[in-house]
């Protein structure tokens, strides 16, 4: 057998350990430089039921719109780019587009359009860009990247006008759009709903699941031992079981079983009961930041818990992950990270990217 | 010479080289026994042969027939013509105006060429003419290039050379184009054809020749 | 339990994982059939030992989940031998004697990331 079969793709892990009260401490930046989160699942050890007001926090996450077949140049006419674009905090990516296969376009709240095109659809566009990071000898990936803010790109410039014939009348994009802005309360005047009534669109809501795990048995984690010598288990292994809890594997199998032997780390301890719970949408960080916030008060009151976590997992098809980082897809498009906050408000940040993505911040 | 060989010795030198001097028939009787006594296998028929002086012309050539220069047209090479920009249009004549009456004869040839260019002629008939037409004239649009600022340029084709195409754009600008990696449209009436300009890299006048095949990648 | 707030630290480890996980489902012919987790992982089993031989059939893995009604399941193998688990899994074509195929869904390094798959998004 060839040697380059047991060869796999290179995958990253990123691990931090600071503290919510440091003032260098760069939590909130990191949240709010991954733009599209597609799921938050959060783990509450010694829990009963979810906290009424992380509860609340979630209730009040922003909703979202799903836009059918939207042209990607409406992006830039006027009436958009001085409502929702220049106002910054507007996400737009399109969903049900596969970055292996097909054109994805994501407008950031930077106001940066970026498209993530196929080979041929990039020839017929005639826009400026560069080859995808992670393409081989034969380039069959381009990302077109184009600021909206951008002073030359004022109606009536002459780039102006080239970008939208590029994209209204060589190559039309078109797409279903996941579209969110951010502010509570800042589409009062429904300047968005204008905009999307020619289309059919829908207002949605970040689902809310939550169940209580009875009988679980949880790695203890010590706030001083990130690495994982002696006092808490291995970054690896914590991100394994978090996922066990999360898939709903059963933890306590025999090293002789025939089917599995995956059994939680050690040190562990038994925990009577503990609640999970996942959000699902697009949600934008703002609302993880308030999430995250809600979560470090969680340990004023008395509680038994040594730790919660929080996972936030991003969408596989987005073609950024952190920042503008270009986020590909290879075998899985994984972008994720978990905070593990402690009671005296350490916290852990772990950051997991795939084969087809920079390493993250 | 033979009569300096015939002249007779004079008396003082005769002594001072030392030989008797034989004239007259007693010189060639004695040459005759000499020479046959030294090369007896010879007739004496090959012998007077050989004797024979024969006249080697030397420090004489013939005159070479001046044959007349061809009387060519007095072309100019590759360095005249490219010192004379002779084929390069003058900047005053970089006029998309100038050419339009161009594009009117080019599309009356194209209808000439396919017999009038009807809805219900056969597209692939149509490409066969094409294919071996010529396209100075036509109005060429790139739809595809492997360089995007090429994309959606469009004017009158003025010039063809063998890997770039020269047109003319409504704004007066001349612009060349690289054939390699790029996709052409061209539009006669209500036909669009794509000149694949990677299978294209020939001069007209040789594409004239050349025979296309019909399979091929047609990828950039 | 001393409070001391604690400095930061950062780690970047490459190939964190030693394991890879793979979300899969099996495609049979008859829809009634039903399998029990055990046939399932050894169905996976034969169809390494028929391509690599008895040395693939040792290849370890793990069946984390395995959901009888949608006969789907999560498993887990070490990274030397996920190219191998995979092709046989892409290879396998019968069970029982009827053709079935499986269906790789997801291959993660990260056992997380499964849970959080945004091509499943129902929109």
């Given amino acids: 057998m060839s040697p380059d079969l047991g060869k796999c793709s290179r995958s990253l892990l990123t691990c931090e350990k600071s503290n919510f009260l440091n003032e260098q401490s760069r939590h909130e930046v990191h949240v709010s430089r991954h733009c599209f989160n597609y799921k938050i699942s959060l783990l509450l050890p010694e829990c009963e039921v979810l906290p009424v007001r992380v509860e609340n926090v979630i209730h009040n996450f922003s909703s979202y719109y799903l836009v059918r077949d939207l042209p990607v140049y409406k992006f830039l006419e006027e009436k958009w780019l001085a409502t929702v674009v220049k106002k910054g905090s507007f996400y737009a990516l399109s969903c049900k587009t596969r970055i292996d296969e097909d054109n994805v376009c994501a407008l950031l709240p930077s106001g940066q359009l970026i498209l993530s095109l196929d080979k041929d659809t990039y020839e017929h566009l005639g826009l400026e860009g560069r080859p995808s ?76 699941h939550s169940q209580t795990l009875k009988n679980l048995f949880c790695p203890s984690l010590h706030h001083s031992d990130l690495r994982g010598k002696g006092l808490s288990c291995t970054p690896n292994q914590f991100l394994e079981w978090l996922g066990a809890v999360n898939l709903n594997i059963s933890c306590d199998n025999s090293a002789v079983s025939f089917l599995s032997t995956y ?22 960080p703002k609302d993880v930041c308030r999430l995250l916030k809600e979560l470090r008060c969680y340990f004023a009151e008395p509680n038994f818990a040594a730790w919660v976590s929080l996972t936030v997992h991003g969408f596989v098809d987005c073609p950024v992950s952190w920042g503008a980082a270009e986020h590909g897809f290879f075998k899985g498009g994984e972008n994720l990270y978990n905070f593990v906050c402690f009671k005296n408000q350490d916290y852990w940040l772990y950051k997991a990217t795939g084969s087809e993505d920079a390493c993250p911040p | 010479m033979e009569r300096v060989v015939l002249s007779r010795i004079p008396p003082d030198e005769k002594k001072l080289v030392g030989v008797r001097a034989r004239h007259g028939k007693a010189a060639q009787q004695f040459t005759q026994a000499f020479l046959k006594s030294s090369i007896p296998r010879m007739s004496s028929d090959a012998i007077e042969d050989i ?3 024969r006249a080697v ?68 008939m149509i490409q066969q003419k094409l294919l071996k037409a010529d396209f100075h004239g036509a109005v060429l649009t790139v739809v595809r290039s492997k360089c995007p600022s090429y994309v959606g340029t469009t004017g009158i084709l003025v010039q063809e050379l063998k890997h770039v195409f020269k047109i003319i754009t409504k704004e007066d600008r001349l612009k060349t184009i690289p054939k390699r990696n790029s996709v052409f449209s061209v539009e006669m009436g209500d036909f669009i054809t794509h000149i694949y300009g990677s299978r294209f890299e020939l001069r007209s ?13 047609i990828d950039l | ?4 707030s604690a400095s930061y630290e950062r780690v970047v480890y490459k ?36 391509l690599y031989g008895e040395v693939g059939a040792a290849i370890p893995f793990d069946v984390l ?59």
């Avoid at chain 1, 059994?263 to 949600?283: D, K, N």
């Avoid at chain 3, 339990?1 to 001391?4: A, C, G, L, T, V």
């Fill in chain 1, 133 to 208: 990071l992670y393409s081989h000898k034969k380039v069959m990936r381009y990302v077109v990247s184009v600021d909206l803010t951008n002073k030359s790109l004022v109606p009536g410039t002459k780039r102006y006008q080239q970008v939208l014939l590029c994209l209204k009348e060589r190559v039309m994009l078109r797409s279903d759009f996941l579209l969110t802005t951010c502010h509570p309360g800042a589409d009062k005047d429904g300047a968005l709903h204008n905009l999307l009534s020619q289309y059919t669109y829908e207002e949605c809501r970040p689902t809310l």
């Fill in chain 1, 263 to 284: 059994m939680c780390p050690e040190p562990r301890a038994p925990v009577s009961q503990s609640v999970l719970c996942t959000v699902t949408g697009l949600i934008p």
């Fill in chain 2, 51 to 53: 004797l024979l002086h």
């Fill in chain 2, 57 to 124: 012309v030397l420090r004489y050539t013939r005159v070479k027939k001046t044959r007349g220069k061809k009387t060519k047209a007095k072309g100019l090479n590759a360095k005249e013509r490219r010192e004379l920009k002779v084929f390069q249009l003058k900047p005053e004549h970089q006029k998309y105006e100038l050419f339009l009456p161009l594009h009117e004869l080019w599309k009356q040839y194209v209808a000439d060429l396919c017999n009038g260019l009807k809805p219900e002629s056969n597209p692939q």
């Fill in chain 2, 205 to 217: 006048s040789e594409r004239s020749a050349k025979k296309f095949k019909v399979k091929g990648n």
């Fill in chain 3, 1 to 4: 339990m001393e409070e001391k």
């Fill in chain 3, 15 to 50: 190939n964190p994982s030693e394991y890879h996980y793979m979300k899969i489902h099996l495609v049979l012919e008859n829809a009634d059939t039903s399998i029990s987790a055990e046939e399932f992982k050894y169905l996976i089993i034969s169809g390494l030992k028929d």
């Fill in chain 3, 65 to 123: 989940t395995f959901d009888q009604t949608a006969l789907s399941a999560i498993l887990r193998v070490f990274n030397s031998g996920l190219v191998k688990l995979w092709s046989a899994l892409t290879l396998t074509g019968s069970y029982a004697n009827k053709p079935c195929a499986f269906r790789v869904t997801q291959v993660s390094p990260f056992l997380l990331a499964l849970s959080g798959n945004s091509r499943e998004m129902e929109v």
